[in-house]
T-cell receptor, first 113, second 113 residues
Framework: GENVEQHPSTLSVQEGDSAVIKCTYSDSASNYFPWYKQELGKRPQLIIDIRSNVGEKKDQRIAVTLNKTAKHFSLHITETQPEDSAVYFCAASNSGSARQLTFGSGTQLTVLP | DVKVTQSSRYLVKRTGEKVFLECVQDMDHENMFWYRQDPGLGLRLIYFSYDVKMKEKGDIPEGYSVSREKKERFSLILESASTSQTSMYLC????????????FGPGTRLLVL
């Protein structure tokens, strides 16, 4: 089955700096890659996603890039703010069953004021 | 607005008890999922269902079963709770289709004594 590895597990940045979180996946047939943000005590919520026919996608301060050849994708947050502090999870669709997602282990992002 | 609710936010049970966790979604989604979330391990899929009375095992089904008698409701059952099942349990739902967004419930934090 699919295996998703996520790095780093913790990341601290100064407010205003950029943050990058990287994930690799194993199943070359995976074609959907969402990113979820989970604030403390709250449910995970989708912040951005990308499909395999696209190399990059942006939404304001958030961007995701996908390298299908290398089987890795990354989340980029620019001009970080304290409210960006949360756990971020990447995920990849599982080609074995059309609706499954395999999640990475998560990255605790802390934005220091 | 998609709404996924779970029957309890916190639950304390004793070893050997049968435990029922319920999840309800109000968006007529075909797919429903149960995950457990543990620090450093991300979200691991226990079971999922793509239709009423249909279920498929995820990555960690041992010690769990599920029931989906109605489209909007998906129950997770711990047949005989063990301390190793102390965890946060998250339910999610998504519309039919490959790689569609999953919407999460608020989670149930289960403590097995």
């Amino acid at each position: 089955g699919e295996n998703v590895e996520q790095h780093p597990s913790t990341l601290s940045v100064q407010e205003g700096d950029s943050a990058v979180i990287k994930c690799t996946y194993s199943d070359s047939a995976s074609n959907y890659f969402p990113w979820y943000k989970q604030e403390l005590g709250k449910r995970p919520q989708l912040i951005i996603d990308i499909r395999s026919n696209v190399g990059e996608k942006k939404d304001q301060r958030i961007a995701v890039t996908l390298n299908k050849t290398a089987k890795h994708f990354s989340l980029h947050i620019t001009e970080t703010q304290p409210e960006d502090s949360a756990v971020y999870f990447c995920a990849a669709s599982n080609s074995g069953s059309a609706r499954q997602l395999t999640f990475g282990s998560g990255t605790q992002l802390t934005v220091l004021p | 607005d998609v709404k996924v609710t779970q029957s309890s936010r916190y639950l304390v049970k004793r070893t050997g008890e049968k435990v029922f966790l319920e999840c309800v979604q109000d968006m007529d989604h075909e797919n429903m999922f149960w995950y457990r979330q543990d620090p450093g391990l991300g979200l691991r899929l226990i079971y999922f269902s793509y239709d009423v009375k249909m279920k498929e095992k995820g990555d960690i089904p041992e010690g769990y079963s599920v029931s989906r008698e109605k489209k909007e409701r998906f129950s997770l059952i711990l047949e005989s709770a063990s301390t190793s099942q102390t965890s946060m349990y998250l339910c999610a739902s998504s519309p039919q289709g490959r790689g569609e967004t999953q919407y999460f419930g608020p989670g149930t934090r289960l403590l097995v004594l």
